[in-house]
């Protein structure tokens, strides 16, 4: 939980107008205005659902893509001949294993905010990320990085 709770507090700031609220997917210079700290618990509870179910989506559909890809590529040929086949196997499954629950997802998120905030609330605000976000980023992309230069290292023909 401390995971979403990190990726939440880039949703809230403090402004010169009090606490404000943004949503991802929304303008990056709007926010909402919070009213009281029940709210904004409300608010991080709805986003903490959210965000569960969307990375839910993201890595269990992944993995049922690469496997149900795998195994129709290899119904055909074998998939080291046919790279391009392969390729398009898989992300045909995976636009209907995830893009399909993630679009009804998103839909329904977009039309839930606006039970937790009232569009009278939108404040214009600036664009400053945290840097404390914004190193956790640079940390997690560096990690990829060496992780996908261990396994080149480890993997490569000898």
Request: charged share 20%; aromatic share 12%.
């Amino acid at each position: 939980m401390a995971f979403l709770d990190l990726m939440l507090d880039g949703c809230f700031r403090d402004d010169s107008v009090g606490r404000v609220v943004t949503f991802s997917g929304g303008r990056r210079n709007r926010g909402y205005l919070v009213k009281s700290a029940a709210d904004e618990l409300k608010i991080r509870s709805f986003l903490k659902m959210y965000l569960a179910a969307h990375l839910a989506i993201l890595l269990l559909g992944m993995q049922l893509a690469l496997t149900w890809g795998h195994d129709v590529a290899y119904a055909f040929d074998r998939p080291a001949h046919h790279l391009v086949r392969t390729y398009c196997i898989f992300l045909g499954i995976y636009s209907v294993v995830v893009g399909l629950p993630y679009f009804l997802l998103w839909r329904s998120y977009r039309k839930a905010i606006f039970n937790f905030v009232s569009p009278q609330d939108e404040i214009e605000i600036t664009a400053t990320r945290s840097k404390k976000l914004i190193v956790i980023g640079i940390a997690v992309a560096a990690f990829g990085i060496l992780l996908m230069i261990a396994v080149f290292v480890l993997v490569r023909a000898k």
